[in-house]
């Protein structure tokens, strides 16, 4: 089966700039999750969405952060504006439900660098 | 709050020795255990989970991990390592009493180097 599809694959952009970030998850799975992963560091939840719903928001900083899932498919994750701390590899995961014992299947992510 | 620790940063072992990443792990409730690893350039793979039973586990790969409550412990464990099995491991955890979301907190990972 095709696997859970991120691009762009790399990104370098000057901080107070915006970008965004695209997520395809594997046709069928309706939960698909936002995670940031700083090196060195463990990847950390930013939104977690049930179809086209949020379940989990959290940990995301609205003040710059969005996130949404039209149609509850594909999902774009935007940063305006970027800040150097926000240099990170953003990782898209998806699975079939949002079950306690559900296996996240994750993108090879996108790398952002921010100058 | 949930949380996870890898008290080792690298694991190096010889191939064919036996590999052991370690990870302990805090929850209010009973525990949800995986394991994930991140070969380099692609995204993290599920290896393995715990959730109830049997406190052996086994997974993708030949590797298994063990269970331990008394110890809130749950190491990753492969008897013969292969050079293949060289990548960024990562514990996660999730707290069974939250029931309305999937929050999986994850450690900050071992690398595993193994040498021919």
């Known amino acids: 089966e095709a696997g859970v599809a991120q691009s762009p694959r790399y990104k370098i952009i000057e901080k107070r700039q915006s970008v965004a970030f695209w997520c395809n998850p594997i046709?069928?799975?309706?939960?698909l999750y936002w995670y940031q992963q700083i090196l060195g560091q463990g990847p950390k939840l930013l939104i977690q969405?049930?179809?086209?719903?949020?379940?989990?928001d959290s940990q995301l900083p609205k003040d710059r952060f969005s996130a949404e899932r039209l149609k509850g498919v594909d999902s774009t994750l935007k940063i305006q504006p970027a800040k150097l701390e926000d240099s990170a590899v953003y990782l898209c995961?998806?699975?079939?439900?949002?079950?306690?014992?559900?296996?996240?299947?994750f993108g090879s992510g996108t790398q952002l660098s921010v100058l | 709050a949930q949380s996870v620790a890898q008290p080792e940063d690298q694991v190096n072992v010889a191939e064919g020795n036996p590999l052991t990443v370690k990870c302990t792990y805090s929850?209010?409730?009973?525990?949800?255990l995986f394991w994930y690893v991140q070969y380099p350039n692609r995204g993290l793979q599920f290896l393995l989970k715990?959730?109830?039973?049997?406190?052996l586990v086994k997974g993708s790969y030949g590797f298994e991990a063990e269970f331990n409550k008394s110890q809130t412990s749950f190491h990753l464990k492969k008897p013969s390592a292969l050079v293949s099995d060289s990548a960024l491991y990562f514990c996660?955890?999730?707290?069974?009493?939250?029931?309305?979301?999937?929050?999986?907190?994850f450690g900050a990972g071992t690398t595993v180097t193994v040498r021919a």
């Open positions: 995961a998806s699975s079939f439900n949002r079950g306690t014992n559900e296996k996240l299947f």
């Open positions: 046709s069928g799975h309706a939960t």
């Open positions: 969405f049930q179809n086209n719903g949020v379940v989990d």
């Open positions: 929850v209010s409730g009973n525990p949800y």
């Open positions: 715990y959730i109830t039973g049997d406190n």
């Open positions: 996660a955890v999730r707290d069974s009493r939250r029931s309305n979301d999937y929050k999986l907190s």
